[in-house]
């Protein structure tokens, strides 16, 4: 298991050293000045803190993060708040999701993928066996969620808030809770559906555009158009680091939402695909290390839904970037320039680790053990 373990972290070393890269070529632009370098040291400090703070995630006991979920949990709800508050949070480009201070950003809604799912899977291991209760597994597992994605959509950013909420699903899915659960949420969801009528107009303009664009090139929205040609460019082998083109102010988000699509232009189509080999790798690596615990335990899953959330963003970023799905600004987890995802991205990475940690993991009650789902 300790290759397994060393073998995890060598594959997340290689995603971060790419990252590394792919941020200082895909910052370039057509007018190459100073500030070009302000990405690449920006990133570079991010990526500082968020290896100190993985590796101290990482050397805590598993049960620690059990115990820190409410405070996380308040602390992030607190801060979610706060950055609604006119002249507190800092409104970018019409969503208001952050919060600056000296020089320093923070996006709340980063700090909610960690917290909601410790949270909601300690009180999932709590409530036991009754999650397949009526009132028991319903309302009170589902109360942390209930309150943090509508402050999510207020800012307003409906792809966080569709994320949050599928990871809550996921964690209780894995833990049993019943299929009937899932047929009423959909029964409800037909309103929200409805609802999406009510979308900001921009919103609106992105699925209309998606859906359009693949009867009819003319309409695909413009990110898309050049996202595509810039995988067209680079090939199977691309042209070569740090000489592509469409970065040169043409592909909108180069070093961010569509870094991915610079990728596949200057390491070209096997580039991309061993992109996608080390996240597989990662994935698996994971899940090897959370076997050796208890599939109704907090640490599994905690630790699975944390592992699958990361994984599930690098593959939606890939999704966007080839127009798989409509576009929506979602960057790529250790890959795309650093910030506040970056850190959390290391954070979660980090408690993983911890909650792995050999001749430490937790215990469950024999009763849930054994519990029929």
Not at 9 to 36: I, K, N, Q, W, Y
Not at 65 to 91: E, H, S
Not at 181 to 196: E, K, Q, R
Not at 310 to 339: C, D, E, F, M, R
Request: charged share 15%; with cysteine.
């Amino acid at each position: 298991m300790e290759l397994i373990r060393k073998l995890f972290v060598s594959l997340v070393c290689v995603l971060l050293g790419l990252g590394l890269l792919m941020v200082h070529s895909s910052s370039v632009t057509s007018r190459p000045t100073d500030f070009e370098e302000v990405y690449l040291s920006r990133h570079l400090m991010f990526l500082a803190v968020g290896v100190v703070v993985a590796a101290l995630a990482a050397v805590q006991p598993p049960d620690f993060w059990r115990r820190a979920a409410p405070w996380l949990f308040w602390g992030t709800l607190i801060l979610l708040v706060a950055v609604l508050i006119p002249g507190v949070g800092v409104k970018v480009k019409g969503a208001q999701r952050w919060l600056r201070y000296a020089g320093f950003s923070l996006q709340p809604s980063e700090l909610a993928k960690i917290a909601l799912p410790l949270i909601t899977c300690r009180w999932i291991a709590e409530t036991g066996p009754r999650i397949r209760g009526w009132w028991s597994g319903t309302i009170p597992l589902l109360a942390p969620t209930m309150v943090v994605v509508p402050l999510v959509l207020m800012q307003p950013d409906l792809g966080t808030a569709v994320f949050l909420l599928g990871g809550t699903l996921l964690a209780l899915f894995i833990a049993g809770w019943p299929v009937r659960n899932y047929v009423l949420g959909l029964a409800t969801a037909v309103p929200a559906a409805v609802g999406l009528l009510a979308m900001k107009p921009y919103q609106q303009r992105r699925i209309t555009g998606f859906l359009e664009s693949w009867g009819d090139w003319d309409s695909a929205p413009y990110q898309i158009k050049q996202s595509l040609v810039t995988f067209g460019t680079g090939g199977l082998f691309g042209v070569g680091l740090g000489k592509g083109w469409q970065k040169l102010s043409f592909l909108p988000e180069a070093n961010t939402d569509f870094i991915f699509a610079v990728m596949g232009e200057e390491l070209g189509l096997l580039g991309t695909l061993g992109l996608v080999a080390l996240w597989c790798g990662v994935y698996l690596t994971g899940l090897r290390l959370l076997s050796v615990l208890d599939n109704r335990s907090f640490g599994f899953l905690a630790g699975f839904t944390l592992l699958t959330e990361i994984t599930a963003q690098a593959l939606l970023n890939v999704a966007v970037v080839t127009a798989l799905v409509p576009p929506k600004g979602i960057s790529h987890p250790l890959i795309s320039v650093g910030g506040s995802n970056l850190v959390v991205s290391l954070l979660a990475i980090g408690i993983v680790l911890s909650l792995t940690r050999e001749h430490e993991i937790e215990t469950v009650p024999a009763s849930y053990c054994d519990r029929t789902i």
